[in-house]
């Protein structure tokens, strides 16, 4: 079914990840990037491969549950991030429910909207904004960290992962802002000072309700 083949991508992704900070010591340089995040040498090998076991399990017990097809998850640093959609607001306590039940997950961040299936191109459109604030990211030379996860769902960018200082996240925050056709960003960054406290999300909202943060590149 199309359901199992994508369980299957989610699945093959993450253990890529996994092989590829196994090897890392052996083969400096190397990075798995995914439309999703990317992995970095300063996160641990082992909170790597929670995070992958957590997404995985995560993202079965939501297809087996039903009503959730259009949930997207990730995991970084222990957070889980519930984007995407589901029809009812039931659906959308019971996915952070589940969520708050996956083994591995310390804290949650449910950002799933409530409303019907959006069209392809909107769908398209995202990902292509995730990966321009990918590329603008990885450009930055002052911007050390690529333990960053972008997720963006109906033009809202969602940053989650740990970066190396405040300074650094306000660097990532501002490729964000700047990347055409965002319309909102949500930070869920954290450093290895504040990884700890408790989660509040840092949301920028645009100057006018008309228009777009990065303009219409």
């Avoid at 939501?62 to 949930?71: A, P, T």
């Avoid at 911007?143 to 109906?154: D, K, M, P, Y």
């Avoid at 056709?181 to 000072?193: A, D, E, I, R, W």
Wanted: aromatic residues 4%; glycine residues 8%.
């Amino acid at each position: 079914t199309i359901d199992s083949f994508w369980l299957l991508v989610i699945i093959m992704r993450k253990i890529l990840v996994v092989i590829c900070l196994g090897l890392s010591p052996l083969l400096s340089g190397c990075v798995v990037g995914t439309i999703s995040g990317a992995a970095s040498k300063d996160r641990s090998v082992g909170r790597s491969v929670d995070d992958a076991s957590a997404a995985i399990s995560l993202d079965t017990r939501l297809r087996r549950h039903g009503g959730m097809g259009g949930v997207t998850v990730e995991v970084a640093d222990g957070l889980a991030l519930l984007a995407g959609y589901v029809k009812t607001p039931e659906h959308k306590l019971d996915a952070e429910r589940i969520a708050w039940s996956a083994p591995k997950v310390l804290k949650v961040a449910n950002e799933i909207e409530v409303r019907n299936n959006k069209g392809f191109w909107s769908g398209t459109k995202d990902r292509w904004i995730s990966s321009k604030v990918r590329s603008r990211i990885f450009a930055d030379r002052q911007i050390r960290s690529l333990t960053v996860n972008i997720e963006t769902r109906n033009r809202v960018v969602y940053l989650l992962g740990l970066a190396r200082s405040q300074n650094e996240i306000e660097r990532i925050v501002g490729h964000a802002r700047l990347t055409g056709g965002v319309k909102k960003v949500v930070s869920y960054l954290v450093t290895p000072q504040t990884r700890d406290t408790a989660l509040t999300p840092s949301q920028l909202e645009p100057e006018a309700e008309e228009e777009l943060l990065g303009g219409l590149e």
